[in-house]
């Protein structure tokens, strides 16, 4: 019985998880990459500012 269960839910689990992780996974490298550029804006900006 315990094996049937197993059996039964293990295609559905990792596809479900895989979906989230990967969504999620996304949203943080979307959310570097702005604080990364804007970091770099600023860093651009004080270089421009201190070379006047």
Known sequence: ???I???AFQPLRPHRITRGNRQMR???TAWALIAF???LACVELYIVYSAL
Do not use: A, I, L
């Open 37 to 39: 550029s804007v970091v």
């Open 5 to 7: 269960m197993s059996s």
């Open 26 to 28: 996304e949203k943080r």
């Open 1 to 3: 019985m315990r094996n």
